[in-house]
């Protein structure tokens, strides 16, 4: 069966700090990955995707995720989080069907 | 291009009256379908998914429907609103390493 998981609920970081979102995978191949953003009352944002090739994705805001295979992760990190990062963030995986990680809520310390 | 329809914005129903939320896609064929459920401070669950017209698949038992009685069209129904089926609900479509939202529907089942 296919799953994502996301082990971390909450993550609270301090300005400035790096940050690393972790998102693992059960599937038997390789799926389509995505993270997504979801501020307070608002909808989803595609932050960046995976499907083939280079295994380093950028995406928008300044994110990027890296795609293991041998661990079956994609997860998403940013070099400087800014007060604007904190949202909730979800990892999500495409094969049969577009399955959902449970999230994660980032704070950030001023 | 490619967009998705989701209406109402907002909906407060009494419990025990039905529920039909419609969403509709356009700038695709044959897209992969898919309701999902957001409680409060919840992650995405994912209530139904279509791979076709009249296929539907539900992934948890619960006091909801859905039908797809359009390539474009996906529905998801009620026929007596409980308490427990206040949420945001989100309609996606998804092709192979593409995903799209709908700006979702916040019901609020009194």
Redesign the interface.
Known sequence: AQSVTQPDIHITVSEGASLELRCNYSYGATP?L?WYVQSPGQ??Q?LL?Y?SGDTLVQGIKGFEAEFKRSQSSFNLRKPSVHWSDAAEY?C?F?AQ???????TRLTINP | SQTIHQWPATLVQPVGSPLSLECTVEGTSNPNLYWYRQAAGRGLQLLFYSVGIGQISSEVPQNLSASRPQDRQFILSSKKLLLSDSGFYLCAWQTGSEAFFGQGTRLTVV
């Open positions: 389509y995505f909808g989803l595609l995707k499907f979800f999500a495409g069907k577009l399955v959902f990680g449970q999230g």
